[in-house]
């Protein structure tokens, strides 16, 4: 039953508001951040379960009524419950929506990739109009865009380009734009009038937030040792030099250039510090060269996502089975209905999971 979750929501609820009054998390703005964030989400989901329950209970009392003797107070019931019921189906279905997880990365800015696919130079034309189309949407919508590549052909063709689109929730409305994209249309300089089947791939990825390396100091193995090489009688004496392990990556970093040790570990941590943030930036990179992968399949014609037939005026996505008779307001920028149509989609199939 929905009203099952109640209870465990309003205990995060208050496990966060305790989270939010320690010390130790208002000094980390990142965590705070994050914690504020999922509280103040958190806040309408109760509200809404609070009128959830109240709303069972006069449902309760009115069905009650009608097993009773009262025939009066029956007939009053009666109205009362139906308008009661429809209330019921009515927040029931916005609380699965409320509880559908959200995706982290949906509030994110994103990066838009695009590369002309097969097809020659029709692909490079239509990987532009591509461009100019969500140039146009991310205009509208307010948002702002900043070229990171950009590879152009002639006569207006683009062979690949990448830019990011930063705003409020970019990457939950442009991420079912990832895929191939199928054109069908007469070049200008086909004669014969003969239609061209040309695609674009588009990958749209999630900005990456800046890594944080953070080592916990339990995880490190400090050794000290005599330093060795030049340095005079300070070298014989003290144990000055620094190893230190960083045990879950096996990585290890030493310093003996200064008397202190104190002064050696700082450096040392620094050096580790900074091989960690390597790692994890080649990571990340890593990640983002694979999610790239999986998004755009091989850019082949056949691996398509949505088609633009120009000679029908029409535009068809293949996953939702959706066709508009709307092309050039579509590929003008008006993506609006397609997104719109996407997200529903999605929302359907996982309120079907829940």
């Keep these: ?56 209970e006069q449902i309760r009392d009115d069905e009650e009524i009608l097993t009773g ?8 019931v009666r109205g009362e419950l139906d308008s009661l019921l429809e209330q019921q189906e009515q927040i029931e279905n916005k609380l699965k929506m409320m509880l559908i997880p959200k995706d982290p990365a949906d509030r994110k800015n994103a990066i838009v990739e695009i590369r002309a696919g097969t097809g020659g130079e029709e692909a490079a034309l239509f990987a532009g109009d591509l461009l100019r189309m969500y140039q146009r949407y991310a205009e509208a919508s307010g948002w702002r865009v900043e070229y990171l590549g950009l590879h152009e052909l002639g006569g207006g063709g683009v062979k690949e380009v990448s830019f990011q689109v930063s705003g409020e929730g970019v990457f939950g409305r442009l991420k079912y734009e990832s895929g191939v994209h199928r054109v069908q249309r007469i070049p200008a300089t086909e004669s014969s009038g003969r239609i061209h089947t040309s695609a674009a791939t588009v990958a749209i990825l999630p900005e990456a937030e800046e890594v944080d390396v953070e080592i916990d100091p339990a995880e490190l193995r400090i050794d000290t040792y005599r330093a060795s090489g030049a340095g005079g009688q300070h070298v014989n004496k003290t144990e000055s030099a620094i190893r230190i392990t960083h045990l879950p990556t096996n990585l290890v970093v030493t310093c003996q250039d200064e008397k202190s040790q104190h002064k050696n570990k700082e450096k040392a941590l620094r050096v580790l510090r900074a091989r960690l943030l390597q790692q994890e930036q080649e990571k990340l990179a890593s990640q983002r060269a694979d999610m790239r992968k999986s998004l755009v399949s091989t850019g082949d014609r056949s691996a398509k996502i949505r088609t633009y037939n120009f000679p029908q005026g029409r535009v068809t996505d293949h996953r939702i089975n959706l066709t508009l008779y709307r092309l050039e307001e579509i590929i003008n920028g008006d993506l609006t209905e397609l997104i719109e149509s996407l997200i529903t989609a999605d929302m359907a199939d996982q309120l079907a999971e829940l």
């Design 1 to 56: 039953m929905l009203l099952d979750k109640h209870p465990i929501l309003q205990e995060k609820f208050e496990a966060l508001e305790k989270q939010l009054s320690d010390p130790e998390v208002i000094a980390d703005s990142r965590r705070y951040a994050d914690l504020a964030r999922e509280h103040r989400e958190l806040q309408p989901i109760l509200a809404t379960f609070e009128s959830y329950a109240q709303l069972m």
């Design 69 to 76: 003797s009262d025939d009066e107070l029956k007939d009053i």
